[in-house]
């Protein structure tokens, strides 16, 4: 067993960073998710360097035999790891560090939300609920405001009344200046508010999930029975869109699968699903006869619904990002492989596409391509720097993304 000390050898910091933009979707320090939990990980592997080979090369390490990576394999059902060979050991050990400090905190960040891949999620609802509670606080604080004015004003009354100077009537509550016009300042205050939510978030459509034509479960498809997403969606590693797969493609293996005899499959609402009567509406819509073994006639496209729509001053190309940036699909996509029916998982906000542009590192070592940044190439020589991020090489410009 050897022994790792990460906080005096490696940079948590950084660590934190390559997790979040690689990690997080798969694994959590605590929790088991797709990945098991990664608490107490390097006591688990007998050998480090056989560890950094695992991330790096997950079937490599399958190939030798070792025996608790092939375990492991067997216990999440085949699952195979990504590969991330461009990782460095120091960024291995980087993230080595950022786990060994999460147990360390019990899995509370400093904002007092679970580490991993819900950290960002329970940071962005803590802070909605905040919201909330302060709008509930400060409309409570308002009207105690209210009552206490008209106390004072009926206390004012009294003794006036008591001493015998005589009072104006008092004039009515929907009648006074004052109250409307501080009533008017905060009917404006909250129209603004929520006219300026309404305007941000316009056109952003975070857990979209349109009904489709026929139920297709990527959880079955990709999950249970492991089908690479690049065998449907070809496109995302050669062009910029991704492509809806034509229907032949499903037929490739549908013309020998012909029913569903898997776990059962359910609705966003619970509804059951025929998994059958499902494929049949494939082989309806294509022309297919599977008694016949043949097709019997003309076919006719299935209008899927489209659930991730960029606006068209948005520039996106998925090979460049799946090929160069070598990025999962589950980081843009959440855990498709656990999904029945697909939502859109991320906002596809340009904070969200500029946060990850910041974190996220090229391989930027002995790529020819980026051999004219110079003053970077002599900084990595010089140790001042250890890696280039997307941002460092104009990743943030604005003509990157935007016609």
């Known amino acids: ?50 560890l950094h080979k695992w991330i790096k090369n997950s079937a490599g390490v399958l190939a030798t035999g070792d025996a608790y990576a092939n375990n492991l394999f067997k216990e999440y059902n085949g699952t195979a790891m990504p590969a991330f060979p461009t990782f460095t050991d120091a960024d291995i050990d980087n993230i080595m560090a950022f786990i ?38 400060t409309l409570i604080l308002a009207v105690v405001a209210v009552i206490l ?37 905060i009917l404006f205050m909250i129209g603004g508010y929520f006219t300026i939510q309404g305007a941000v978030g316009l056109g952003r459509t975070q857990d979209y999930m349109p009904e489709q034509p026929i139920f297709y479960s990527h959880k079955v498809h990709a999950g249970t029975n492991q089908i690479s ?11 910029k869109h991704a492509m ?9 293996c549908h013309k020998a699968i012909n029913e569903y005899t898997g776990p059962d499959l359910f609705t966003a609402e619970g509804k059951k699903v025929n998994g059958t009567a499902e494929l049949q509406k494939l082989f309806d819509a294509v022309g297919w006869d599977p008694k ?32 160069a940036g070598k990025v999962q699909c589950q980081t843009c996509h959440g855990n498709i492989q656990d999904m029945d029916e697909v939502s859109q998982h991320a906002d596809l906000s340009m904070g969200w596409c500029v946060n990850c542009h910041r974190t996220t590192k090229v391989q930027f070592a002995e790529n020819g391509y980026y051999s004219i940044f ?6 990595i020589k010089s140790g001042a720097i250890d890696s280039v991020t997307v941002e460092m090489v104009g990743g943030t410009e604005c003509q990157k993304c935007h016609y």
């Open 1 to 50: 067993m050897f022994s790792f000390t990460p906080a005096n050898a490696a940079d948590p910091a950084a660590g934190k960073a390559l997790f979040q933009a690689n990690c997080a979707s798969c694994h959590n320090v605590h929790k088991k998710l797709t990945g098991p939990a990664l608490k107490g990980v390097t006591e688990r592997w007998a050998d480090q360097a056989l």
């Open 100 to 137: 060994a400090d999460e147990e360390a905190k019990g899995g509370k960040g400093p904002a007092g939300a679970d580490s991993g891949a819900g950290a960002a999620t329970a940071k962005s609802d803590d802070s909605g609920s905040n919201s909330l509670i302060f709008g509930v606080i």
């Open 149 to 185: 004015m008209q106390i004072n004003s009926n206390l004012n009354k009294l003794a006036a009344e008591k001493e015998g100077v005589d009072q104006p009537e008092p004039v009515a509550f929907y009648k006074n200046k004052a109250y409307i016009a501080l009533g008017i300042v």
């Open 229 to 239: 997403c690049l065998y449907c969606h070809s496109g995302a590693e050669k062009s």
């Open 244 to 252: 809806i797969p034509a229907e032949n493609v499903c037929m490739n």
């Open 292 to 323: 016949a073994g043949k097709y019997v006639k003309a076919g006719e496209p299935i209008e899927w619904v489209k659930i991730h729509n960029l606006p068209d001053h948005v520039y996106f190309n998925h090979s460049q990002h799946v090929v």
């Open 374 to 379: 110079e003053k970077l190439h002599n900084d």
